[in-house]
């Protein structure tokens, strides 16, 4: 069983930065390839930052492309999604997720390719 606690998200203002975190209480968490997703109100989940669980190979939707890096630090069971240069449609519940999948180099984008999720946390960015 995989348990993650998102945190870090926050009110900030247009062009303000967050570093969220991801804690995962797991046996062998660097097994995991890991995820960020998130949600602004009446929309659907949308996939953000990827890493996998080994090489650190990582991925990005476009619409974050430039501003956010995700990293992990496997000794303390963390990721990371350091947000740059937020705007206001960057306004959403942030989702940690993680999964056991494929090989070490990989990542993974869509939500049905992880089994294990975090509550979220809220990031809202006003203008």
């Known amino acids: 069983q995989v348990q993650l606690t998102e945190s870090g998200g926050q009110s900030v203002q247009t062009g303000g930065s967050l570093n969220l975190s991801c804690v995962g209480i797991a046996p062998l968490f660097g097994s995991y390839a890991m995820g960020w997703f998130r949600q602004a109100p009446g929309k659907g989940r949308e996939f953000v930052a990827a890493i996998s669980r080994a090489i650190g190979a990582t991925g990005y939707g476009d619409s974050v492309k430039g501003r956010f890096t995700i990293s992990r630090d496997n000794a303390k069971n963390t990721v990371y999604l350091q947000m740059n240069n937020l705007v206001p449609e960057d306004t959403a519940a942030y989702y940690c997720?993680?999964?056991?999948?494929?090989?070490?180099?990989?990542?993974?984008?869509?939500?049905?390719?992880?089994?294990?999720w975090g509550q979220g946390t809220q990031v809202t960015v006003s203008s």
């Open positions: 997720a993680a999964t056991r999948r494929g090989g070490g180099g990989f990542y993974y984008t869509r939500e049905d390719e992880y089994e294990h």
